[in-house]
């Protein structure tokens, strides 16, 4: 039986409850986020059944007339107490009222209201307003905070197993509102404060409203691409979609354009391609920069000769990208010592054998070093470069493949490595030793 069969087979029946929560239920299969066809063909079976279920006339049962029909006060018109009962019990406009009201108020007193709107309503009335304001949720999508969406799951009972609600359903639902209600003017600051959870970076209202403002506004890609030559502008766009709860491959939010919303994602994925051509390119830009200050230095100076001229300036180009291909090498050797052995890369005897060779290899070089007489302030700032990288990956590796990953790191290997060396190398056979002695059984 089909969903659509399902639901006018049930309102062949008159139970309008029994529809909609049969229409419930039939949304964890149909989401509009899956099939969107399915949910067009769904949603408009659900609107015909309700009209047929509000169509038939109710059937009364066996029992005298004058038991089942209210009893009208003395001197009140028919016509009048018919009018007033029939715009009290309107499900869609108790459920509208209710959203107006969770727009502008708080939570605590939102639930007074709901408290006090409850004592003149029926059982049978409070579930249909509870489906009419679900509803109006997840088609409307309006402003809702966290802490009023709360307390309308517990006003009308919707984490109740009996109404078999899917609970990653209604948390979208809460989310999509939620993200409503964080883009608003007026809650800005509550967005700023996500936002610095995520971050660990203070945000003003004026950053948070421009930045807003380039996920709200079509823009051209040359502009795009200006902007994330900036990295604050490229760190903070970012994590303000972090902020929203936003991830690639999700309904955008409302009121912010996908195409805004795609470019600026991207840049928050750690392992896409973009983020490292755009930190190339201002490598490369910051390099021209000091290259032509250099060019005009030795330019302005008759003292230096064109042999020398040349040579500061193609270091003072390359002198910012190879420090960055230093440092992202050096992260990229980080994680492949750190990794977990399911997920290594390589064979495995040369991820163990790594650090061993390379204390040998420093520690080869500098005894090279003194045996030859090279001496010299630079000289000594590589070696404590690469003592301190060399303690910094072993001390790394031992946390983090530990009992603790989360603990604090151990500082002596580094501190002993930029004093002495040689104490560094073998801070770092002692932190791997720790490491091998730890998983030598594993694979």
């Not at 509208?96 to 709901?114: C, F, K, R, T, W």
Request: aromatic share 8%; charged share 20%.
């Amino acid at each position: 039986m089909s969903a659509g069969e399902e639901l006018l087979e049930l309102a062949e029946q008159g139970d309008e409850r029994a529809v909609k929560r049969a229409y419930a239920r039939l949304l964890r299969c149909n989401r509009p986020d899956d099939d969107p066809d399915a949910f067009q063909d769904l949603h408009a079976c659900y609107q015909h059944a309700l009209a047929i279920c509000r169509s038939v006339p109710e059937q009364l049962s066996d029992a005298p007339p004058a038991l089942h029909l209210p009893v009208p006060a003395v001197g009140t018109p028919e016509v009048a107490r018919l009018e007033t009962t029939s715009t009290a019990l309107d499900p869609d406009v108790a459920a509208l009222d209710i959203l107006q009201q969770a727009a502008v108020v708080g939570a605590a007193s939102l639930s007074q209201l709901l408290q006090e709107r409850a004592l003149g309503w029926s059982l049978k009335f409070r579930v249909d307003v509870g489906w009419a304001l679900l509803e109006r949720l997840h088609h409307e999508r309006p402003p809702v905070s966290e802490a009023n969406f709360g307390t309308l799951m517990q006003a009308f009972d919707w984490d109740d197993i009996a109404l078999d609600l899917d609970p990653l359903w209604l948390a979208t639902v809460a989310r999509r509102c939620r993200q409503a209600w964080q883009l608003l003017p007026e809650s800005r600051g509550a967005l700023r404060i996500v936002y610095e959870r995520c971050s660990e970076r203070y945000l003003s209202a004026q950053e948070t409203d421009e930045a807003v403002a380039r996920l709200r506004e079509p823009r051209p890609r040359w502009r795009n691409r200006l902007d994330a030559a900036l990295p604050i502008r490229a760190r903070d766009t970012p994590f303000l979609l972090a902020a929203l709860e936003y991830w690639p491959e999700e309904e955008v939010p409302t009121g912010l354009d996908p195409g805004q919303v795609g470019f600026w994602a991207r840049f928050g994925d750690a392992s896409h391609p973009v983020r490292l051509r755009y930190s190339a390119l201002r490598c490369a830009i910051v390099g021209l920069f000091l290259g032509a200050i250099t060019a005009w230095g030795v330019n302005a100076s008759p003292a230096i000769g064109a042999f020398k001229g040349w040579l500061f300036i193609a270091t003072a180009t390359l002198m910012v990208p190879a420090g960055w291909l230093l440092v992202l090498g050096f992260k990229g050797l980080l994680r492949w010592q750190c990794v977990h052995e399911d997920e290594a890369r390589g064979p495995a005897w040369l991820r163990w054998a790594f650090l061993p060779l390379a204390a040998i290899a420093v520690g080869a070089a500098m005894w090279a070093q003194r045996a030859q007489g090279i001496d010299g302030l630079l000289l000594m700032a590589l070696d404590r470069a690469w003592v301190f990288g060399l303690a910094l990956i072993a001390m790394t590796r031992a946390r983090v493949r530990g009992p603790d990953p989360e603990g604090e790191p151990n500082g002596l290997p580094l501190v002993a490595g930029m004093i002495w060396p040689l104490a560094g190398i073998g801070m770092s056979l002692v932190f791997w030793a720790i490491d091998l002695r730890r998983n030598i059984g594993k694979r």
